[in-house]
């Protein structure tokens, strides 16, 4: 069965570096998405793409964030000068179409657990 | 989005049936009902969904209440594996450009007991 893949599993970064977090979405999918989920804490919208372009972003999304699909197959989001408050869990989720109705399934991969230290 | 509560766990036992319960009150006319869930150390995974009636798929059941203010997912034969956060999400239908995010709330913490 496809599926959303994550790289890396784990990042250790310093406070003030750039990270990147790398997707790779379900091959036919349209629609990208990234949540985060800080310890304990809930699941959280970050941003969605389409068409490359963003559609949607949270307020969390801030100018330290940006996203892009590089080729037909990435979808990355970095994150400028990262801040102690940015360690989570970063997850992407891509789905086929918006879906009429609001009837679209997003399929989440494993998530990329983000340490600033 | 409108709000949805759920209890904050729930306990059963292998191999018998679960009811998740899902109150959502203020649930517009426009509103899907989908269930999500949250495995250990691993990202949100779609359960089901519906609108006003009920729903079967290979997973689980949806039951939706009549005047569709509450809702109760149904895993009728519960294993370790279920063991899980489940969420309930409501998903507005919005022809003209709703939002495609999905809005976590805490869910429901289920333990499966052997």
Redesign the interface.
């Given at each position: 069965e496809p599926e959303?893949t994550q790289t890396p599993s784990h990042q250790v970064t310093q406070m003030g570096q750039e990270v990147i977090l790398r997707c790779v979405p379900i091959s036919n999918h349209l629609?990208f998405?990234w949540?985060r989920q800080i310890l304990g804490q809930?699941?959280?919208?970050l941003v969605?793409f389409y068409n490359n372009e963003i559609?949607?972003k949270?307020e969390i999304f801030d100018d330290q964030f940006s996203v892009e699909r590089p080729d037909g197959s990435n979808f990355t989001l970095k994150i400028r000068s990262t801040k102690l408050e940015d360690s989570a869990m970063y997850?992407c989720?891509s789905?086929e179409k918006?879906g009429?109705?609001?009837?679209?399934?997003?399929?989440?991969?494993?998530?990329t657990r983000l340490t600033v230290l | 989005d409108a709000k949805t509560t759920q209890p904050n766990s729930m306990e059963s036992n292998e191999e018998e049936p679960v009811h998740l319960p899902c109150n959502h009150s203020t649930i517009s006319g426009t509103d899907y009902i989908h269930w999500y869930r949250q495995l250990p150390s691993q990202g949100p995974e779609y359960v089901i969904h519906g609108l006003t009636s009920n729903v079967n798929n290979r997973m689980a059941s949806l039951a939706i209440a009549e005047d569709r203010k509450s809702s109760t997912l149904i895993l009728h034969r519960a294993t370790l594996r279920d063991a899980a956060v489940y969420y309930c999400i409501l998903r507005d239908v919005g022809y003209g450009g709703a939002t495609n995010k999905l809005i976590f709330g805490t869910g429901t913490l289920l333990a499966v007991q052997p």
């Amino acid at each position: 069965e496809p599926e959303v893949t994550q790289t890396p599993s784990h990042q250790v970064t310093q406070m003030g570096q750039e990270v990147i977090l790398r997707c790779v979405p379900i091959s036919n999918h349209l629609y990208f998405y990234w949540y985060r989920q800080i310890l304990g804490q809930k699941v959280e919208f970050l941003v969605s793409f389409y068409n490359n372009e963003i559609s949607e972003k949270s307020e969390i999304f801030d100018d330290q964030f940006s996203v892009e699909r590089p080729d037909g197959s990435n979808f990355t989001l970095k994150i400028r000068s990262t801040k102690l408050e940015d360690s989570a869990m970063y997850f992407c989720a891509s789905s086929e179409k918006k879906g009429i109705g609001g009837t679209d399934t997003q399929y989440f991969g494993p998530g990329t657990r983000l340490t600033v230290l | 989005d409108a709000k949805t509560t759920q209890p904050n766990s729930m306990e059963s036992n292998e191999e018998e049936p679960v009811h998740l319960p899902c109150n959502h009150s203020t649930i517009s006319g426009t509103d899907y009902i989908h269930w999500y869930r949250q495995l250990p150390s691993q990202g949100p995974e779609y359960v089901i969904h519906g609108l006003t009636s009920n729903v079967n798929n290979r997973m689980a059941s949806l039951a939706i209440a009549e005047d569709r203010k509450s809702s109760t997912l149904i895993l009728h034969r519960a294993t370790l594996r279920d063991a899980a956060v489940y969420y309930c999400i409501l998903r507005d239908v919005g022809y003209g450009g709703a939002t495609n995010k999905l809005i976590f709330g805490t869910g429901t913490l289920l333990a499966v007991q052997p």
